[in-house]
Structures are given as structure tokens and as C-alpha cells.
């Protein structure tokens, strides 16, 4: 058997993906993932939009996917923004529905869909934070009854006992700092690794 004809099974969220072995990977991110690509070189592609909306990355480019061929895999890690907009988490996860199945439109052979969770951040306020909460829950949902998509846990890496890590975030509680950025992008690796078409 071509090894690219092997099947990697991964389990998230009581979820379990078992997709070919060497898939193209895709990522659709804001500048929370910037520079994303220097630390996972075998992406296919990188799209990294700082200050993107999932409205924004519907309309302007969830159209880049359509030229894919075959089946592959898409990671998106978008929200944040949203959050900070005072969208309320039903919207915000209604409008990452849409943009997954605009992703995955059309296309003959699956195109798979892993999102990650939105993560908190100390400038979060108390109702923020309830977003963020409340939303990443639905995404855990969404992904369960949708076919070819898992969630990403994500925030849990920046939580301890509940409370964030302030040392993975820039003093203005906004951005990740170099530490925070290893923490997500090695979570990321060790997820993509066996998917990733290597060269």
C-alpha cells in the first residue's frame, strides 16, 4: 500500500477523523497564526488575514478553496475578531457554519474542515469572555453532527485551573507573545504532522 493511501485517525471533541495519509493542509487564519507558515513548512498554503471576520473571509475568500482538487484538509482559526465586534456566539457560529459549507461546496471528494477555538485573552471582559465561552461550546456541536469537520479544543492551552496564562500574551492582552505563538503553533504541528503532504 502507497503510504499516501494510508489512513491517520485522529480524535478530537469525541470525534474521530481517519482520513488519507500525505493530505494537502490548508489554513485560513487572522494574525493570531501569523508566521504560522515558517513553523509548519509543509503547508500547502498559509492564508493569514490579521483583523479578518468570518463575514469577511466568506465573502472575500472561502473562493480560493474552490480551485482545490482532491481531497484535503483545511484548518480555520478565525473568531476573535467576531468576539471583540459584540457579535453574540449564535451568530458567530452561524456565520462559521456558512463558511464551512462554502468551503466544502462542490467539491467531489471530501474536503476537510477543523476548527479551532476561539482563545481567550486577558483583555476579554466578563461579558467577552462569556462569549468566547459560550461559543467555543457551539463550535464543539457544530462540529459533531457536521460530516468531515472536528473542533480543536485550542483554548485549552491557555487556560490553568480556569484563569489565563498571562505569559503567553503581549502586554496589551491582545496578541500572543513568541512562547504563546510556540504553544499554539506546536499544538498545530503535532495535529497536522501526519496530514501534511510531504515533498
Known amino acids: 500500500m502507497d503510504s499516501h493511501d494510508e489512513l491517520v485517525r485522529y480524535t478530537a471533541a469525541e470525534k474521530t477523523f481517519a482520513v488519507r495519509k500525505g493530505l494537502p493542509v490548508y ?15 509543509h503547508l500547502t498554503a498559509a492564508y493569514v ?14 473562493w480560493k478553496f474552490d480551485r482545490v482538487t482532491g481531497e484535503a484538509l483545511v484548518v480555520v482559526h478565525i473568531g476573535t475578531d467576531d468576539v471583540a465586534s459584540g457579535l453574540s456566539p449564535a451568530a ?10 462554502r468551503i466544502q461546496h462542490g467539491h467531489a471528494e471530501p474536503l476537510y474542515v477543523a476548527v479551532c477555538s476561539i482563545l481567550p485573552r486577558p483583555v476579554d471582559n466578563q461579558r467577552t469572555m462569556g462569549t468566547v ?3 467555543n461550546r457551539r463550535f464543539h456541536e457544530l462540529c459533531r453532527r457536521k460530516r468531515d469537520t472536528i473542533h480543536l479544543a485550542t ?8 484563569q489565563i496564562i498571562l505569559n503567553y500574551f503581549t502586554g496589551d492582552g491582545v496578541h500572543l ?10 499544538y498545530l504541528k503535532k495535529f497536522l504532522w501526519h496530514f501534511c503532504k510531504h515533498s
Open 92 to 101: 458567530i457560529v452561524g456565520q462559521m457554519e456558512a463558511l464551512i459549507d
Open 155 to 162: 483554548e485549552k492551552l491557555f487556560l490553568k485551573h480556569r
Open 27 to 41: 489554513l485560513l487564519t487572522s494574525s493570531m497564526c501569523r508566521g504560522v507558515e515558517e513553523q509548519i513548512p
Open 177 to 186: 507573545n513568541v512562547e504563546g505563538e510556540k504553544v499554539l503553533f506546536n
Open 49 to 62: 488575514h490579521p483583523g479578518i471576520f468570518l463575514q469577511q473571509s466568506l465573502e472575500q475568500h472561502a
Open 133 to 135: 465561552r459560550d461559543t
